[in-house]
């Protein structure tokens, strides 16, 4: 199984339109997901406050800001064993 890991803000376009990106990608991967909200966490907005949206696979970073479409079914292939 695939380890995604989303930090995001509250009210963060990027990080919705990250989450509706991971949303349509997801069922094509045996992947979960766990989101963390980082604010009103100081250790959490001091390490990812400027980037986010930022997410993790299989505890690697592999994109903040933005991702497309493409770009994470790329990232998920690299994961699948076979």
């Known amino acids: 199984m695939i380890e995604l890991t989303l930090y995001?803000?509250?009210?963060c376009e990027l990080c919705h339109?990250?989450?509706e990106i991971i949303a349509v990608e997801?069922?094509?991967?045996?992947?979960?997901?766990t989101?963390?909200?980082?604010d009103g966490n100081p250790e959490l907005e001091a390490s990812?406050?400027?980037e986010v949206p930022v997410l993790f696979v299989n505890d690697?970073?592999?994109f903040k800001?933005?991702?497309t479409p493409k770009e994470l079914?790329?990232?998920l292939r690299r994961e699948v064993r076979p």
């Open 60 to 62: 690697r970073k592999a």
């Open 8 to 11: 995001t803000r509250e009210d």
């Open 35 to 38: 989101r963390i909200a980082i």
């Open 48 to 50: 990812y406050g400027t």
């Open 73 to 75: 079914r790329i990232r």
């Open 17 to 19: 339109e990250m989450e």
């Open 65 to 67: 800001y933005r991702c």
């Open 26 to 33: 997801m069922p094509n991967f045996d992947a979960k997901i």
